[in-house]
């Protein structure tokens, strides 16, 4: 199935475990680093002054280096925890690797949203890279939130409405 981002309840509604998917569109890219910052923001009400607008958009668990995108492990404890709060302000697809507590499954169902795995490709993820661009926490380096503009980035539905490949 083919996404094109921003997404809708609608489409995320449609979706379910095992499916796979091909992103078409600008997702942001943050991990470790910058997803509290994210978090932290959103507390305060000072994401969209940051020029961070995120509902109906997607968190792909990275960073941007000069060699590529990959996943990182998505059960970190600063990226994992972040996902309740970015699914609450409207995040709608999270991507990366590995399983998640059942807390956060709970949260994803909550807020209707999604985990997505991906392969731990570097060649093929960056393929699908047309540009990049800093959004947010410069300071961070490659680790800053970035915006990323896929096409063709393939995906794997691994937890929606409750349930879990993982499980």
């Known amino acids: 199935m083919q996404i094109k981002m921003p997404v809708d309840d609608e489409t995320i509604n449609g979706l379910h475990v095992y499916d796979m998917v091909e992103i078409y569109g600008p997702i942001f890219t943050g991990r470790d680093a910058v997803l509290p910052k994210v978090v932290k923001c959103i507390e305060d009400g000072t994401c969209e002054e940051k020029g961070i607008f995120l509902k109906g958009t997607a968190v792909f668990h990275t960073a941007v280096s000069p060699a590529g995108i990959g996943p990182t492990s998505s059960n970190k404890l600063d990226i994992e925890g972040s996902i309740p709060a970015l699914s609450e302000a409207g995040v709608k697809m999270h991507i990366g ?30 393929a699908t890279m047309k540009s990049k661009r800093v959004v947010a926490f410069p300071e961070e380096g490659m680790e800053a939130l970035h915006e990323v503009e896929v096409e063709k980035f393939p995906a794997i539905v691994a937890i929606a409405h409750g349930e879990s490949i993982y499980d």
């Open 97 to 126: 690797k590995g399983s998640l507590k059942k807390e956060t499954v709970e949260a994803l169902k909550k807020y209707n949203a999604i985990f997505l795995v991906t392969p731990p490709n570097t060649a093929l993820l960056t």
